[in-house]
């Protein structure tokens, strides 16, 4: 689906609001290939007609006024496709989707990317948890491959050898086998090496496999969280207030 329908229209999803002034907001909208930033007028009066529109972790369609749209959409009015509301009822979920949404805001988008993201709310908006775990590490192992720093699972990344693979070394930037493993870095069980390698593989497709096959939870999504960001030298506190949520579970 092409995000942008026809002039002064634009579907997507919504990453994030801030607030702007005392009552205005701005809203970061995600399409299929690019982020946009929406000037919502008055969204912060109870009131307003168009707040329910401005909400994270849902998707609309907005109509703007092309005639005052440069940096930013104006926003006049949209319609709610669907929200995921439930996502913020659990503050382990509401904390990894806030961290997702900054990464493609930093990061940006692609169609594939885009793709997991929807599934990933939905998923998590109807309870499944090991469902939406699953796409959202899709969805990081997609951001790795756009940023060209996917790790390497055909074989050790140092010698080429395919058996004796004992664990992922982040500064080799793959999996290593048993010569080449750093004395720093433990052994992985077999189980999870075949997951990763399962996921990378996998290219975002093939998920009932790997949904029925592996578990999905929040050690998996900081392991990549951890990767991307040793990889782009990025510091996100949020990331470290998601590990202390996970471990409190």
């Excluded at 919502?40 to 849902?58: D, V």
């Excluded at 090496?193 to 939870?217: C, P, T």
């Amino acid at each position: 689906m092409n995000s942008l329908n026809k002039e002064g229209e634009v579907s997507g999803l919504v990453l994030s609001v801030i607030e702007y002034k005392d009552r205005d907001g701005i809203v970061k909208l995600a399409k299929e290939d690019e982020i946009v930033s929406v000037f919502a007028r008055g969204i912060q009066i109870p009131s307003s007609k168009n707040a329910r529109l401005c909400q994270p972790y849902s998707k609309v369609t907005l109509e703007y006024d092309p005639k005052y749209s440069r940096d930013m959409l104006y926003l006049i009015k949209g319609t709610l496709d669907y929200s995921s509301a439930h996502v913020q009822d659990d503050l382990e979920i509401q904390t990894l989707c806030q961290i997702i949404s900054q990464l493609i805001e930093y990061r940006g988008i692609n169609p594939a990317i885009y793709r997991h993201l929807e599934k990933m709310w939905l998923k998590f908006d109807g309870s499944d948890r090991n469902g939406g775990f699953l796409q959202a590490a899709y969805l990081l192992a997609e951001l790795c491959r756009k940023e060209g720093i996917e790790p390497y699972v055909k074989s050790c990344v140092e010698c080429g050898r395919t058996d004796q693979i004992e664990a992922l070394d982040f500064s080799a930037g793959g999996l290593v086998c048993k010569e080449h493993r750093p004395a720093q870095v433990k052994p992985w069980p077999k189980k999870r090496m075949q997951q990763l390698v399962a996921l990378i593989r996998s290219k975002g497709a093939h998920e009932d496999y790997l949904e029925d096959n592996f578990n999905w939870d929040a050690p998996w999504i900081l392991l990549m969280l951890d990767w991307i960001s040793w990889h782009l030298d990025l510091q996100l506190p949020s990331i470290e207030f998601f590990r202390t949520v996970s471990h409190m579970k």
